[in-house]
């Protein structure tokens, strides 16, 4: 745990003075303590207020890339990309592009545009939280980036290119100030860079940056993923049963949330989590059970044995749970909310 401490106090020192030092983005906002000093209205929270915290990085401590340069297979070295390594795999018009897990831990936030969508692609260690979206929300093309703030230990993003006074939340896909506006889930795979290849030859990747490459083989989290231990304040936390870290898939559907509990073969390191689907793009999230159940204590949905589309090379039986329908809302008015949201996302397409 000090170990841990010790390491986020020393990125949240590197990061913070970075923005402070380069001309080209604005000014970070934050003291690294208090939730009001970001610049966000939280007034008007639809979670509560309380239970937003500051990560102990500024605003845009940790850069979101946007736009980012990509490259083919035949550019890829062995320095920065080996088969084994876990990547997001998206395919949206034909156009198939893959982000590697170890970048996106030192970004957790990529704003791109794939077959012509607008996307964002969002990974938080923390929570284990990963999750893609389209960009277009009302009639405009958002821009997101980090805010250096937490709700039940899940990233909270915020707008760049608009009047930057609200949050969102990653794992429940809302804005949680404001109009509480939602965003649509876009189908991504969670799988090896090797079968990644083999199924998109074709594929671009997410280009290293050259001065950040010696970052993108730490592995600063392991020790967190390998206890029980939370960081940060995370309540509620979900019952007996399925252990807090366990690695769950939440998908859409017309009667609710569907949740996935995913093992991890003893030979397996963090970054070769076997995902949801393989290679094959659904929508939906990925993330740690503590803080799927955190951010939807209301109805968090139905617990499955592991789907049978599992590859059954790296995708055992998986944990084996009895399907068991879990509380849902006692409140109207959050009950209509999380029904409004998941029409939406069952809405998403299971392929573009």
Known sequence: MLALGFVVAILGVAWNLKPLFSPTRQLARGDGRNADSYGFDLSSALVPKDKIVSSGLLRDGLPALVDPAVIRPDAVTRSFLVS???VVGLHIAGEPRAYPLRMLVWHEIVN???GGTPVVVTYHPLSEGLAVFDRRVEGSTLTFG???LLYQSNLLMYAQDVAATVVWSQL???AITG???TLTLVPFALCRWSDWLAAHPDTTVLAPIAEEADKYG???YATYANTETLRFPVDPLPPAGLARKARIFAAPGPDGWTITPLSVAPTERRFEVVGPSGTAPAAGYYAYWFAW?????EAPGTIVNRSAASSPDRMPSGIPIAPAA???SANPEIAATRAATSEIHAAAPTSY
Request: net charge neutral; no cysteine.
């Open 172 to 174: 429940q896909g809302r």
């Open 293 to 297: 159940f955190a951010t939807h204590p």
């Open 112 to 114: 791109d545009t794939v």
């Open 179 to 181: 109009s509480g506006a």
């Open 218 to 220: 730490r592995d600063v």
């Open 84 to 86: 084994n390594d876990k």
């Open 146 to 148: 980090v805010s250096g």
């Open 326 to 328: 879990l509380p849902a």
